[in-house]
């Protein structure tokens, strides 16, 4: 156990990490070079769930992208197509759930896994399930796919379904920003049980410091135990006697550090830093519309459409059809926009008469 100097009687120990929570952590043990790091190895998705703004980042993320209906149309006069895989993609699960949990693979690990359980008669997917992360694992270098821990088959391969994010993962790389909030978090948690301490010594001027760290504690432990057992302490002459005054309670839960870590996450997920809980002032919405448009088009679009770019391959859909995101519900209406008369857009063919897909 390393003890303060007089010179830094709190610093060591408001920022000591158990030897738990380094190994949890996956990082540096080496305090000397843990900060100066070059690159923070990716940190578990547990582990991120852990931290507050995660949490908040994914479901608005996954939920807003998730929850939106997903629909075919016909790419040449718009009418929606019917497509059972859209409907529900899963058996016993619904559609949101699926979709949601597929948003949320490629928000934190980059890249989202279908398998086909069911074809249609017309040859593209009916049924799928969503492949857990770590179940997939991709060998670039030879070119092979690994499912479970074993090569895939050519029948494996044309069930699979791969989506890609056009993001970087936020595991990786938020990994820092998040091992910080988890750091912090601990720290505060410490300072909540009392350090740094209320009470400290310092040697006596012109006493020799030099005490090995075991006699330092064993006195530190005798100290304890006598104040335990009795009102009145007596303190060595080589000793001087400080109180850890000075500390008021937002010092002591490092409220400006945490906040800054949770901004530096809510930019790493593109989202704005109002929807996290850190005040910034810095945004202004004429209506729910706005907002709504805004996010949208900065936070989950890029997901959106990457899932609506592999759906309109021709081993899911049919050509002449496109998959799209039904964003009318979330955006509500744009209280700015000219009240235009509803039109009835009746479900198109996208495939010859009597031969639609199954519902």
Not at 306 to 323: H, I, Q, S
Request: net charge negative; with cysteine.
């Amino acid at each position: 156990m390393a003890v303060a100097t007089e010179a830094e009687p709190y610093a060591r120990q408001v920022f000591a990490i158990e030897p738990h929570m380094v190994s949890a952590l996956g990082i540096n043990a080496d305090p000397a070079t843990a900060a100066t790091t070059a690159t923070a190895p990716p940190i578990s998705r547990a582990l991120a769930m852990q931290v507050p703004a995660v949490k908040r980042v994914r479901d608005l993320t996954c939920n807003a992208a998730g929850t939106a209906p997903l629909r075919l149309r016909n790419a040449a006069t718009g009418a929606i197509v019917p497509w059972s895989l859209f409907d529900q993609p899963e058996k016993g699960r619904a559609r949101s759930v699926t979709m949601t949990r597929t948003y949320e693979d490629l928000v934190f690990d980059g890249v989202a896994w279908w398998y086909t359980t069911e074809f249609g008669w017309h040859g593209y997917p009916t049924y799928v399930i969503r492949m857990k992360p770590g179940r997939i694992r991709v060998d670039d270098d030879r070119g092979v796919v690994y499912i479970d821990g074993k090569e895939a088959t050519p029948d494996d391969l044309n069930r699979l379904i791969r989506f890609e994010s056009p993001n970087d993962p936020l595991l990786v790389a938020g990994a820092r920003a998040i091992r910080t909030c988890l750091m912090l978090d601990h720290a505060a948690a410490m300072l909540a049980d009392g350090v740094p301490p209320t009470e400290y010594f310092t040697p006596s001027e012109g006493m020799d410091p030099s005490t090995t760290d075991d006699e330092i504690v064993a006195m530190l432990n005798n100290y304890i135990e006598q104040r335990r057992a009795r009102k009145v302490g007596y303190i060595p002459t080589a000793l001087d006697y400080h109180t850890g005054q000075g500390f008021n309670a937002e010092q002591l839960q490092l409220a400006e550090s945490r906040q800054h870590a949770v901004l530096e996450i809510a930019r790493l997920a593109s989202v704005d830093p109002e929807e996290v809980g850190v005040s910034t002032t810095s945004r202004t919405y004429s209506n729910m519309f706005e907002r709504r448009r805004q996010f949208t088009d900065f936070t989950t679009g890029p997901y959106q459409v990457a899932v609506e770019g592999r759906l309109v391959m021709p081993d899911v859909t049919p050509r002449g059809t496109e998959p799209f995101t039904d964003l009318t519900a979330f955006l509500g209406t744009d209280p700015a926009a000219p009240a235009t008369p509803a039109r009835d857009a009746a479900p198109a063919r996208a495939l010859p008469a009597g031969q639609e897909s199954r519902a």
